[in-house]
């Protein structure tokens, strides 16, 4: 296979619907609500609860409505190697960030951001474009939350109530205890 360098970029979002003012704040302490992507190959790649999706470098909307601004980006370094594996690389992603999988404070968009950059080789992204994650994990935070891109699916149902009277155990009847009999003794 023949190897080949990409430049790997990381592209860092505030999301529109925090409001300029309150994006401006959080900024200024270095608690951004921040969206991330990484740019490879002409790509962009990031993560919600549809689990990891490609799209245009810094397309960052769902549907006419941008949903964010990019606010920087940054060039991290370059992956070097073949097509099999780059793929390779966001094929294991893809397992360790399924759908339904998102969670705003412990796996989201930033977290999957760091994770690709990591198994790429190089250093992973600022501490402070995910830092409002940890602080929100550290108060016990961890809704769905803002997600940017691709399609995610509804949330599942709630699960149907169990019926206590199906969870209790069955007599069996004389008839089938004599079939069972039968059953063991190979008759």
């Known amino acids: 296979m023949v190897?080949?360098?990409?430049?790997?970029?990381?592209?860092?979002?505030?999301?529109?619907?925090?409001?300029?003012?309150?994006?401006?704040a959080l900024s200024w302490l270095q608690l951004g609500l921040h969206h991330s992507g990484?740019?490879?190959?002409?790509?962009?790649?990031?993560?919600?609860?549809?689990?990891?999706?490609?799209?245009?470098?810094?397309?960052?909307?769902r549907g006419a409505a941008p949903q964010c601004v990019l606010v920087e980006s940054l060039h991290l370094g370059a992956h070097v190697g073949s097509v099999n594996d780059f793929n390779g690389v966001l094929n294991d992603l893809r397992r360790a960030f399924p759908p339904g999988s998102y969670a705003l404070t412990s796996r989201n968009c930033n977290h999957f951001s760091d994770a690709f950059v990591r198994a790429l080789g190089l250093g992973g992204?600022?501490?402070?474009?995910?830092?409002?994650?940890?602080?929100?994990?550290?108060?016990?935070l961890g809704a769905k939350g803002l997600q940017v891109?691709?399609?995610?699916?509804?949330?599942a149902p709630a699960p149907a109530p169990r019926d206590p009277a199906r969870e209790q155990k069955k007599e069996l009847t004389a008839e089938q205890r004599a079939i069972l009999a039968r059953l063991k003794g190979g008759a």
Do not use: M
Request: hydrophobic content about 35%; proline content about 7%.
């Open 38 to 61: 990484v740019e490879i190959n002409g790509s962009e790649y990031s993560f919600n609860d549809g689990g990891v999706f490609k799209a245009p470098p810094q397309a960052c909307s």
């Open 3 to 24: 190897s080949r360098e990409r430049t790997v970029t990381l592209h860092v979002y505030d999301f529109v619907a925090t409001g300029s003012r309150t994006s401006a």
């Open 125 to 140: 992204i600022p501490a402070r474009v995910n830092r409002a994650a940890s602080y929100g994990r550290w108060l016990g």
């Open 149 to 155: 891109g691709g399609d995610a699916p509804a949330p």
